[in-house]
């Protein structure tokens, strides 16, 4: 167990929908990423927040946001789903905002199916 | 751009057979280079990180090693339980703290 909670576990939803995905990183962690794996793209980074300011971004699509709230924990909106939207979403934590020799430690995820 | 390229995509071994699995990169400026262990719908885990050509780094059957232009993942008489896909992700720190991951080696270890 990493330390880092994500809910909901899974989510089955329709194209053209809304969903939010909560993460919480480990106790004393200040920044969070997310991570969309998909079978052909294999892990791919989407965003970092540390301590409630985004620091960095990926691929991340548009139609997707995030953002950290001040007891830390970090929410991803997915908007105007897609069928090529569903995937495993990974959030992970880390100490600190500089992070080069932090390990990032995975949640266990969020399998959304959309249909 | 970053790449992280893994090689083989699958490795199927027998129980107590040893290997090596290949993570080749191409990332600017490596600040450090990531393992991870990841079973089927789960999240990866984390395994080792190594930081300069040369490091060594051991856990159970497991050794990491790092050259300037790949690492290694050598498995010393593997068990079933070993079995699951191994990552390999580098970072390259600067102002971009994202991990850059190759696809992964699927590890099947036969009893």
């Known amino acids: 167990d990493s330390g880092v909670t994500q809910t909901p576990k899974h989510l089955i939803t329709a194209t053209g929908q809304r969903v939010t995905l909560r993460c919480s990183p480990r106790?004393?962690?200040?920044?969070v990423y997310w991570y969309q794996q998909s079978l052909d793209q294999g892990l791919q980074f989407l965003i970092q927040?540390?301590?409630?300011?985004?620091?960095a971004k990926g691929n991340i699509l548009e139609r997707f946001s995030a953002q950290q709230f001040p007891d830390l924990h970090s929410e991803l909106n997915l908007s105007s789903l897609e069928l090529g939207d569903s995937a495993l979403y990974f959030c992970?934590?880390?100490?600190?905002?500089?992070?080069?020799?932090?390990?990032?430690?995975f949640g266990p995820g969020t399998r959304l199916t959309v249909l | 751009e970053d790449q992280v390229t893994q090689s083989p995509e699958a490795l199927r071994l027998q129980e107590g057979e040893s290997s090596s699995l290949n993570c080749s990169y191409t990332?600017?400026?490596?600040?450090?280079l990531f393992w991870y262990r990841q079973d089927p719908g789960k999240g990866p885990e984390f395994l080792f990180t190594?930081?300069?050509a040369g490091e060594e780094k051991e856990k159970e059957r497991l050794k990491a090693t790092l050259t300037k232009k790949e690492s290694f993942l050598h498995i010393t008489a593997p068990k079933p339980e070993d079995s699951a896909t191994y990552l390999c992700?580098?970072?390259?720190?600067?102002?971009?703290?994202?991990?850059?991951f190759g696809k992964g080696t699927l590890l099947t270890v036969n009893p």
């Open positions: 990332v600017s400026g490596l600040r450090g």
């Open positions: 106790s004393g962690d200040l920044s």
């Open positions: 992700a580098g970072n390259s720190g600067g102002s971009n703290y994202k991990l850059t």
């Open positions: 927040y540390y301590n409630g300011e985004e620091r």
């Open positions: 992970a934590s880390s100490p600190r905002r500089a992070g080069v020799r932090d390990t990032q430690y």
């Open positions: 190594l930081y300069s």
